[in-house]
């Protein structure tokens, strides 16, 4: 068996040319979640991932094993609820209401503009069309939010950092001026 403990978020730095002809593995979510899984790969091999703990994949992100040879992983279609308002009785308002109670309940979501995706659940499926929302059942990759406290590396969709330096005030009076710190200066909270 092949291992794999190295994962570059989004394949970042990869010549096109070498995503392209990387095997592929097509995984869902709950394979995808967890630091460590088998997995065959496109051309057949047995994958054995061993990442840190509390790593997830995402859909795009690239293993590196331990030959040097890459491994794209798909996110596989599954099951998922698919969560829309319902134009005649709410408004886009009511997915932002749902987004709150769902995360009250620490129900993994994927949030987009005009929908919403969890994973199959009857009972959070009557609470939402109870509160006059559109819920289907249907197969799709899903790709649910990173936690606010965990790691940000794939939360959404990015492996940058969260260093957010303007150069500019955002004052207009005659006060001080505000005090900006080179990017090198700061920790990866800002």
């Known amino acids: 068996m092949l291992t794999a403990n190295k994962l570059m978020p989004q394949g970042r730095g990869l010549a096109p040319v070498l995503l392209k002809r990387a095997a592929t593995i097509e995984l869902d979510w709950d394979v995808r979640q967890k630091s460590r899984f088998d997995a065959t790969d496109s051309q057949g ?16 992100d690239v293993l590196v094993a331990e030959d040097g040879s890459l491994v794209r992983v798909i996110a596989a279609p599954q099951p998922v609820l698919r969560i829309t308002h319902c134009t005649a009785h709410g408004t886009p308002f009511d997915l932002t209401r749902a987004a709150y109670h769902l995360g009250n309940r620490h129900v993994p979501i994927e949030l987009k503009p005009d929908h919403l995706k969890i994973e199959p659940d009857h009972v959070l499926a009557d609470m939402l069309r109870s509160m006059h929302l559109i819920v289907v059942a249907v197969e799709e990759a899903f ?3 990173g936690g606010a406290y965990g790691s940000h590396e794939h939360s959404h969709g990015g492996g940058h950092s969260h260093d957010h330096v303007h150069d500019h005030a955002h004052s207009h009076s005659k006060g001080p001026k505000p005090l900006v710190l080179a990017p090198e200066l700061l920790d990866d909270h800002g």
Request: charge should be positive; proline fraction near 11%.
């Open 45 to 60: 091999r047995q994958i054995g991932v061993f990442l840190p703990r509390g790593t997830a994949v995402r859909g795009g």
């Open 143 to 145: 790709e649910p939010e």
